[in-house]
């Protein structure tokens, strides 16, 4: 259905003689097959509300039920932090991937890391008094390759590089 919907929306632009050249849309595969095949002219772009709706399901999906437990409060800042990316990427695909790998280095409460285009949180500094409030995650755990290992399983790697550089927001 969702196929349909999509091969008469795009068929009802081009029949106005309109050119699409970027198609945004969610993660849909037979969307992505569709693009790919048929339309592998057109640049396909991955919807961010969608990307972030599917990331916090994967939170909520995490086992073992601890890690869940403190990876939990931080839904909110990881939802908006897909969505600050599409908007500081300006357009850059690299910038838009180093700076959502950047999130896994804040949430353990380190603020500069190494990289080639994003080295530090876009934040100012956090007062101490913000710095205790906040549970961070646990940087040993990195080491240990339960925590953050873990934790990686819900950043879309393979879908980072194809998010919307914009949003309907702008457009409007």
């Known amino acids: 259905m969702e196929l349909i919907g999509f091969q008469r929306s795009l068929a009802s632009i081009e029949a106005a003689d309109l050119t699409a050249g970027v198609v945004v849309a969610d993660r849909h595969v037979q969307i992505r097959k569709a693009m790919a095949t048929?339309?592998?002219?057109k640049k396909h772009q991955f919807d961010v509300w969608h990307l972030s709706k599917s990331i916090k399901k994967k939170i909520l999906a995490i086992k073992p039920k601890k890690l869940l437990n403190e990876v939990?409060?931080?839904i909110p800042s990881i939802c908006n932090h897909i969505w600050y990316c599409s908007?500081?990427?300006?357009?850059?695909?690299d910038k838009l991937e180093e700076t959502w790998r950047s999130l896994l280095f804040h949430i353990s409460n380190r603020h500069t890391f190494p990289g080639k285009i994003?080295?530090?949180c876009g934040h100012p500094p956090l007062s101490p008094d913000d710095i205790r409030k906040k549970k961070w995650l646990n940087q040993d755990r990195q080491?240990?390759?339960t925590g953050h290992t873990s934790a990686r399983s819900f950043l879309p790697h393979r879908s980072i590089g194809n998010i919307s550089l914009h949003d309907a927001e702008i457009l409007s």
Do not use: C, I, L
């Not at 048929?38 to 002219?41: G, I, P, V």
């Not at 908007?87 to 695909?93: K, S, V, W």
């Open 38 to 41: 048929d339309h592998s002219d």
């Open 72 to 74: 939990k409060p931080w």
């Open 87 to 93: 908007r500081q990427a300006e357009g850059d695909p």
């Open 118 to 120: 994003v080295t530090q």
């Open 143 to 145: 080491a240990n390759s």
